[in-house]
């Protein structure tokens, strides 16, 4: 046990000199706050690791089909991969559907955690959904209902949608977002 030279505790005024009566066991009390704090700095470092970005703004971890949004950064962006109408076909009839958007960045990976946006251009002919966030396989599924302007024209062949992805919380014109404009042809 610990005991000040001179007696006393150490708040009498005077934090004192400790001394040590069993050598043995200082030794290893030291060797357990050095080996605890060891694992807190290690365990911190690997943390801060497997979250930043690299230098060119792709996740650290390559062996990930699926990244966290947070992992990129400028100048690796998030691409608009694929989309497709999980509903049957759009045509002229149609009075609802549901759209599946997957988001992939630059850095081939997919993104999850991207925030998704779609809106059909010109505006008014289907409604436009909240935005939705990708999932583990960096995909989002969309529900649209039909607008009075729909459709825009009697010679309308195709609908074209505004499709947006962004990292939450950033500008939405600026860092990692994109945006694609793309075209879904009427069937039968």
Known sequence: MAQLYGGGTPWNGSLGLWRFRHAANARRLLIAAVTALTLVVVAAVGMAATSAPGPNG????????????????????T??????????????????????????????VNIKGASVYVTAVPYNQFSIPAEELTGDDGTATLVFQRDANFPASSKQQQLTLFIRATKPGEDKLAGVSTRRLVAVDFSN
Do not use: M, W
């Not at 792709?58 to 962006?77: E, F, G, Q, V, Y």
């Not at 691409?79 to 960045?105: C, H, M, W, Y």
């Open 58 to 77: 792709c996740p650290t971890n390559k062996s990930l089909k699926t990244a966290p949004i947070a992992d990129l950064a400028p100048p690796a962006r």
């Open 79 to 108: 691409q608009i991969e694929a989309f497709d109408v999980l509903s049957g076909p759009i045509n002229e009839q149609s009075q609802t559907f549901t759209l599946k958007v997957r988001v992939g960045s630059t850095c081939s």
